[in-house]
């Protein structure tokens, strides 16, 4: 027998071993496929797609929104997994969520219908006596105020979820130690509640909507205010402006009321308008933002920081008074803007693409948090609300 035989012979064991093994992990690979993500080197689609404030990419999950081109630091995933659409399918399956309104916020009754968000399987309700059947409650904090009184009597069915529903500032709402561990579910304004519903938000411009044009302005800075109180933030600022710049002013806090009408009227005549917030708290961006914003003046803003700001509208479709070291040299930028068109102009560029959309108070509240809880069934506790919002 020839040397190399003899190797061929030796070695068939071991080929044969080699090639199984080989087979095996081929198969395992066909059916096995292994959790490995690369990265994306897609530039044209991840790199270069258009910045938006956080609130107007979250609503678009609640609108249910398919325009994708919309990046935020809240984690939105489109694509369900088995187990969601699964659960998915049962919601489907099931009878209509409903809300019981315990309280109606400051005795005022609203319309109890969610079909203007095209939200559809929910019922609202304020009767009573369906208590022991509905999926969630909606309590108003300011009235149950103070000591928990006006509260449920009766023991929680175990499938039902209190859900805490405040719009008022920290500074402008009673804390009440009772409310820890009371509430499953928060519905309020700041961006990291459960059920996050702020003032206003941002809405992509139908294309058929005529382009913005700017009113005609005889004012150049305006503020309309009620409550003052003489030892806040925003009226000292206030005094120290009017040193170096006329502003126009109005409400009762200057003995001025000014109805509805009036309001839209004044703003929409000013340049600039003072969008100063009575408290200085984290996502506290009102209507004094939003409301200038779609009557055509640039808000000057004073109350979280710029950055919370941009949180909620873009940078550039206001001013900040954080901005500038003193009001005298805020109120130079204004004069400033006052003489050169093309950059106050530059404050506008943002309603190419977006329009303002403010939040009806109540009724979208009570339809954001029907529509939460029947797409999450799962238990669900809030353990710390002094803490977390009072801090």
């Given at each position: 027998m020839s040397s190399s035989a003899g190797w061929g012979t030796f070695l068939q064991p071991y080929v044969y071993r080699s090639l199984g093994v080989v087979c095996f992990l081929l198969v395992c690979f066909m059916y096995y496929t292994p959790d490995i993500k690369f990265p994306s080197f897609n530039f044209h689609n991840e790199i270069f797609r258009p910045p938006c404030p956080k609130v107007q990419c979250a609503n678009r999950t609640l609108t249910q929104d398919s325009n994708q081109n919309c990046t935020s630091v809240l984690h939105i995933n489109p694509h369900l997994n088995d187990t969601q659409k699964t659960q998915a399918a049962a919601v489907d399956t099931e009878p209509d969520t409903i809300l019981l309104i315990w309280m109606w916020p400051f005795g005022r009754k609203y319309d109890l219908s969610c079909k203007i968000f095209n939200i559809t399987r929910c019922q609202l309700t304020d009767d009573k006596s369906l208590y022991h059947k509905v999926h969630g409650v909606l309590f108003h904090h300011r009235d149950f105020q103070p000591n928990l009184s006006g509260m449920v009597k009766e023991p929680r069915p175990w499938f039902q979820k209190w859900v805490w529903f405040n719009m008022e500032s920290p500074a402008n709402s009673r804390q009440i130690h009772e409310i820890n561990n009371l509430f499953n579910l928060t519905c309020n304004y700041?961006?990291?509640?459960?059920?996050?519903?702020?003032?206003?938000?941002?809405?992509?411009?139908?294309?058929?909507?005529?382009?913005?044009?700017?009113?005609?302005?005889?004012?150049?800075?305006?503020?309309?205010?009620?409550?003052?109180k003489p030892q806040s933030k925003r009226v000292h600022f206030y005094n120290e402006l009017k040193k170096h710049i006329n502003i126009n002013t109005y409400g009762n806090g200057f003995g001025r009321r000014v109805s509805e009408e009036d309001y839209s009227k004044i703003v929409t005549s000013c340049k600039f308008y003072l969008s100063f917030e009575n408290s200085v708290c984290k996502d506290y961006v009102t209507e004094k933002l939003y409301r200038p914003m779609m009557l055509g003046s640039v808000p000057v803003v004073l109350g979280t920081s710029r950055p919370n700001y941009e949180d909620h509208v873009p940078g550039e479709s206001f001013i900040h008074v954080d901005d500038y070291s003193t009001p005298k040299e805020l109120a130079e930028r204004l004069l400033y803007l006052d003489q050169n068109n093309t950059e106050y102009m530059r404050y506008f560029n943002w309603r190419n693409k977006f329009e303002v959309q403010r939040t009806q108070f109540v009724r979208e509240h009570a339809c954001r948090t029907c529509n939460y809880l029947k797409n999450h069934r799962e238990y669900q506790a809030f353990h710390d609300l002094n803490k977390w919002y009072w801090g």
């Open positions: 700041r961006l990291d509640s459960n059920i996050p519903v702020p003032y206003g938000y941002l809405v992509p411009r139908p294309s058929e909507v005529e382009s913005f044009k700017l009113p005609a302005k005889d004012k150049l800075v305006c503020w309309i205010v009620s409550n003052w």
